[in-house]
Structure formats: C-alpha cells, structure tokens
C-alpha cells in the first residue's frame, strides 16, 4: 500500500486551520490508520492513532478523520509549536507491516 | 515512565554489519501488550519501517529489507537489538526503536520513541 500526503507544504500563520491529507492506494482499516509530528532534531509523536482517536497528551486542537482511502489531520488553530512535519502511517496484516506517507510540512507563513 | 534509548557505533564501513541496541528503562520489554520496533529516517528524508519483535522472539520484518536484517531481543538485559548487514551509503541513516501495541490490546501506532541515533556508512 502507498501512503501519499498533500500538500507537501502548507504555508501558514499562528492561529489559522490547518488541513492535511493522506491518501491510500488501497482502502485500509480506519483502526490502521495513525498520524505524527516531527520536529527538527527530534523523534516522531503520536498524534492520532485508529484515524480519530488522540493519543495521551494531545491537544484537542488535533483532530483526526477519514476512512477507506482518504484521511485527514486537523489543526484548527495553530500554536507557534505546531510548526512541523506531519507524518500518516499506516498497517497492514498481510504480511504485518507499516508504510509511512513521505510527509507534510506545515511552516509559518 | 518508559524510556528507550539507542546505543552503538556511529559509523560503519561498507559491507560490514550495522549493530544497534535499545534498552527499555521504566517499564518491562516482557509486557504481552507491546511489540518493539526499529525505524530509520536517512537525513533530511521520511520515515521507513525497518521491523518489530515481541518479548518471545517473533519478528515481522520490512520485506525490502528482510533479507539483510535481524532483530532479536534479550529479556535478561531489558533489550532489543538490530543487525543490518552489507550496508552502504543507502542505509546512513538516523535509527529509532520505538513501541507499538499488539492489535488485540490497541491499534496499531508507536506510542513511544527513543531519541535516535545516527548511523553513518563510510569508509
């Protein structure tokens, strides 16, 4: 399954929306579907984990939807940490693996 | 609370083998709930799966690699390991070993990361 992630740049300012794609070339299990963020120098962050759900300590100014091929992230309001690379990721069971989108990244406009 | 930390060598030659470890701190690599995993990200590029282990010794591995590399686990030492071997230029890389959940306790996501290191494949 390939994972692509639109648009590869999002040109922003504090305190807009952001709206970030990730597409599927094979309809996937919303339960298989997760979201992170990177920071220059550090490791990824769970986001969002099973399309929707955030993982402990997110802010619920991020949101995740979407189902069979086409999922989202959501930023309604962007915070100056939030300024980033987003990351969707996905699993498949057969055979077990996981396949990242090449990314998008969000700077300040 | 867990931790994970990468250790070993920085730079291997090529065609040698690339050996890394993460220790878990805070938290037990026997836990039935977890897989354990490693993640490479080359310089200024995104993120590939490399593969997993659980605490028995069962692996799933990244096919395009699955040729080259090992992953085992050491409970006595609270330690996974990688091996890579034949490496070239294409595999400097910064490696992460990482945690996920096994699907009958959570989906699938990796919920905690070590903090990298790098690996450089140079003569």
């Known amino acids: 399954i390939v994972l692509t992630q639109s648009p590869g740049t999002l040109s922003l300012s504090p305190g807009e929306r952001a709206t970030l794609s990730c597409r599927t070339s094979?309809?996937?299990?919303?339960?298989?579907l997760a979201w992170y963020q990177q920071k220059s120098g550090q490791a990824p962050r769970l986001l969002i984990y099973g399309s929707s759900n955030r993982a402990t300590g997110i802010p619920d100014r991020f949101s995740g939807s979407g189902s069979g091929t086409d999922f989202t992230l959501t930023i309604s309001r962007l915070e100056p940490e939030d300024f980033a690379v987003y990351y969707c990721q996905q699993y498949d069971t057969t055979p077990t693996s996981f396949t990242f989108g090449p990314g998008t990244t969000v700077d300040i406009k | 609370q867990l931790q994970l930390q990468e250790s070993g060598p920085g730079l291997v030659r090529p065609s040698e083998t690339l050996s890394l470890h993460c220790t878990v701190s805070?938290?037990?690599?026997?836990?039935?709930?977890?897989?354990w995993g490693w993640i490479r990200q080359p310089p200024g590029k995104g993120l590939e799966w490399i593969g997993s282990?659980?605490?028995?010794?069962?692996?799933y591995y990244n096919p395009s690699l699955s040729s080259r590399i090992t992953i085992s686990v050491d409970t006595s030492k609270n330690q996974f390991s990688l091996r890579l071997s034949s490496v070239s230029a294409a595999d400097t890389a910064v490696y992460y070993c990482?945690?996920?959940?096994?699907?009958?306790?959570?989906?699938?996501?990796?919920?905690?990361w070590g903090q990298g290191t790098l690996v450089t494949a140079s003569s």
């Open positions: 282990v659980y605490h028995s010794g069962t692996t």
């Open positions: 990482a945690r996920h959940p096994v699907l009958w306790f959570a989906d699938p996501g990796f919920d905690i």
């Open positions: 805070g938290g037990s690599i026997t836990n039935s709930n977890y897989y």
């Open positions: 094979q309809s996937v299990s919303s339960s298989y």
